[in-house]
């Protein structure tokens, strides 16, 4: 037998970890995970590739019977279609099912208002996006590009404009926060995607003489564990954990708040974080706070969180499925429809 845990690992067939996977000998296969899909339908067609090769035929034959009329056309009868043919190698377990013993979880949306300064700044470079994208519609990498640095505006400006010295409202409002929770007596995982965020907030916490641990892609294995040993048993109050290194594999039920500085695009990544500390072990009501700054793309992402279905969860549940965003929509998102 050859079982793979965090299956998604191998979601793209192009990656050497999945080439690897492949490679494998064993008479049964099995994988787990948590996130089946996280951003569109590709990615399950090769998960079942490795545990049942040829079930859903070929990448080509795959795009062409249900990624383009679900995806495209919103085509319920080839849902269906993928749906039973999966269905029986799927078991599905949901939090909800399984534990009972979970103390309560609260989510708490903390908006964050920018400084003049701030949306000032902010306000020309969205007009710039905009009349970029629209100059060059059909490059939507270009576009991701321009989005995201957005979002580190929303952060922060100095993040995008090295010569900005005025300081972060975001980070002001964090600090705040984290004070409130410090002489309470609290604990809590910090999570940005955005490593270079954490620089400032980092150099913030110091200036507060607030104490914390930090852990990003670049820290080793051992040290990734001595720095969970760290938190658990009480050494710092504060654990920042970069999303895409830390959304998974921790035990960190230490902690009794979780604080995401920025949205993500798909909130089942964010829920994975929060599961760091959410998760069996954990005895403390656990309080997630959702830093949002004002009037900025991230408003707009929040909304797509709500509209958004996930497609896991239309494959097993039989709700209506997402699709990959096109590029009239991102253009959407720097529009100005406040």
């Known amino acids: 037998v ?29 994988i787990l995970t948590g996130t089946p899909i996280q951003n ?20 080509e034959q795959f795009k062409k ?30 939090k909800s099912e399984v534990i009972d013993e979970l103390p309560e979880k609260n989510e ?16 020309v470079r969205r007009r710039e996006t905009e009349e970029r994208v ?3 519609v059909g490059d939507k990498m270009s576009t991701l590009a321009e989005i995201t640095r957005l979002r580190q505006m929303a952060c922060s400006c100095s993040l995008v404009d090295r010569k900005w010295k ?10 705040d926060l984290a004070e409130s929770l410090d002489e309470s007596g609290n604990r809590a995982l910090v999570f940005s995607q955005f490593t270079s965020f954490f620089e400032e907030v980092k150099q913030a916490m110091d200036k507060a003489k607030l104490s914390y641990l930090y852990l990003d892609g670049s820290t080793p294995m051992a040290m990734r564990e001595k720095l969970v040993k760290d938190f658990q048993t009480g050494k710092c109050p504060f654990f920042l954990i970069s999303l895409k290194a830390g959304g998974l594999g921790l035990n960190l039920t230490g902690a009794n708040y979780v604080i995401h500085l920025d949205p993500w695009w798909n909130p089942a990544i964010e829920q994975q974080a929060t599961d760091r500390a959410y998760r ?9 706070y959702h830093l949002i700054s004002q009037h900025t793309i991230e408003e707009k992402i929040l909304r797509l969180h ?17 699709h990959a965003m096109t590029q009239e929509e991102l253009l959407e998102l720097l529009q100005d429809n406040r």
């Open 65 to 94: 019977k249900f990624i383009l009329p679900i995806e495209g056309d919103n085509d319920k009868n080839r849902q269906s279609q993928l749906r039973k043919l999966i269905s029986p190698f799927l078991l599905r377990r949901t």
């Open 2 to 30: 050859v079982c793979l845990d965090e299956a998604h690992t191998i979601k793209n067939a192009n990656t050497k970890m999945s080439k690897a996977a492949m490679r494998l000998q064993a008479q049964r296969r099995v």
């Open 40 to 59: 569109h339908l590709a990615e399950l067609w090769n998960l079942f590739q490795f545990i049942n090769p040829g079930l859903l035929g070929s990448a």
């Open 134 to 136: 629209r100059a060059n």
């Open 306 to 322: 709500k509209t958004k279905r996930n497609l896991s969860d239309s494959l097993l549940e039989g709700s209506d499925i997402s």
């Open 108 to 123: 708490i949306k903390l908006p964050v208002e920018l400084s003049s300064d701030e949306m000032a700044m902010y306000e």
């Open 166 to 175: 005025l300081p972060s409202s975001k980070v002001l409002a964090f600090i």
């Open 280 to 288: 069996i072990g954990q005895k403390q009501n656990v309080t997630v």
